[in-house]
């Protein structure tokens, strides 16, 4: 059974910094893409960054130039470092890995149990 945990979410001030990070464990072969969403209050999830196996990424422009993130593979970890925080960033953060259990497994998406982060003064 797969399982994923997320920590470092919480409360900071605008122009502050939080890490995500996003830990799968279980019986599995092999990650392919890793990504961050959000749900904001009242919002559709939207996808915030992503990192392919290959280690290429993609970001929402809302967030190009302050968010970064970045995958451990061994670890079979994804973070999501964000800095200059401002109040539209204040979502349910949620980690989203394709994952494949066996060799000849496509892969399956496995997600997050979700991390408030909110950004206030």
């Known amino acids: 059974q797969v399982q994923l945990v997320e920590s470092g979410g919480g409360l900071v001030q605008p122009g502050g910094s939080l890490r995500l990070s996003c830990a799968a464990s279980?019986?599995?072969?092999?990650?392919?893409?890793m990504g961050w969403y959000r749900q904001a209050p009242g919002k559709q999830r939207e996808l915030v960054a992503r990192v392919t196996i290959s280690g290429s990424t993609n970001y929402v422009d809302s967030v190009k130039g302050r968010f970064t993130i970045s995958r451990d593979s061994a670890k079979k970890t994804v973070y999501l470092q964000m800095n200059s925080l401002n109040p539209e960033d204040t979502a349910v953060y949620y980690c989203?890995?394709?994952?494949?259990?066996?060799?000849?497994?496509?892969?399956?998406?496995?997600w997050g149990q979700g991390t408030q982060v909110t950004v206030s003064s």
């Open positions: 989203n890995l394709a994952i494949r259990l066996r060799l000849m497994d496509q892969p399956d998406d496995y």
């Open positions: 279980g019986s599995i072969f092999g990650i392919d893409a």
